[in-house]
Nanobody, 113 residues
Framework: QVQLVEFGGGLVQPGGSLRLSCVAS????????MGWYRQAPGNQRELVAG???????NYADSVKGRFAISRDNAKNTVYLQMNSLKPEDTGVYYC???????WGQGTLVTVSS
């Protein structure tokens, strides 16, 4: 089955950490550029972090220095390590592949005390 499935969302206090995982199946993961996006209530979906097939990363300004994207091609998995979380990081986080373009179902991250 061709799909992306995210794991790892939840409720965390401000300043806390979470690690999201996205497992791909049915695609050639190693050739894919992968991205993590988020959508907060009432907002458009925005790119949070991306990683190319060669391991080059890019980040939204709002998460630089706090989030880290990585990939494990042997496990067909892309990760998003989120540290120093803020309430404004709250939203549904989605992963996306490029070849083919696929989206996961999303995982909810809530940052609140």
């Amino acid at each position: 089955q061709v799909q992306l499935v995210e794991f790892g969302g939840g409720l965390v206090q401000p300043g806390g950490s979470l690690r999201l995982s996205c497992v791909a199946s049915g695609i050639i993961f190693s050739i894919n550029n992968m991205g993590w996006y988020r959508q907060a209530p009432g907002n458009q979906r925005e790119l949070v972090a991306g990683i190319t097939s060669g391991g080059i990363t890019n980040y939204a300004d709002s998460v630089k220095g706090r989030f880290a994207i990585s990939r494990d091609n042997a496990k067909n998995t892309v990760y998003l390590q989120m540290n120093s979380l803020k309430p404004e990081d709250t939203g549904v986080y989605y992963c996306r592949s490029t070849y083919p373009e696929l989206w996961g179902q999303g995982t909810l991250v809530t940052v609140s005390s």
